[in-house]
Nanobody
């Protein structure tokens, strides 16, 4: 499996961005994809996740109500729509995939990682 993330950039406080993650080589719906982020000097943290089978979604408290994760199975693509962005959302965002349908908040539970895309929110 190879993950290709894109869509990051520089946006002002209150703005929006949409991240995309293409999961090439995903051969089963018994899988989950999550977005994590890591800001300078901080640990990598869970942002949102989705099950490929059923489409159940999960969010961290810090982004709930502002971010939306979705998937298009036919395109092997997961999206992260980020609205009302804040300076504290500034980080490198990574998409991940694990076999098994459970969405975990621990990065150690994910088998595959994309290269990361930078999101910068200016105040």
């Amino acid at each position: 499996v190879q993950l290709q993330a894109s869509g990051g950039g520089l946006v002002q406080d209150g703005g929006s961005l949409r991240l995309s993650c293409v999961a090439s080589g995903r051969t089963s719906n018994d899988a989950a994809t999550a977005w994590f982020r890591q800001a300078p000097g901080k640990e990598r943290e869970f942002v949102a996740g989705v099950r490929w089978s059923g489409g159940n979604t999960y969010y961290s408290d810090s982004v709930k109500g502002r971010f939306t994760i979705s998937k298009v199975s036919a395109k092997n693509t997961v999206y992260l729509q980020m609205n009302n962005l804040k300076p504290e959302d500034t980080a490198v965002y990574y998409c991940t995939l694990r076999w098994g349908s459970t969405v975990h908040s621990s990065p150690q539970r994910y088998n595959y990682w994309g290269q990361g895309t930078q999101v910068t929110v200016s105040s």
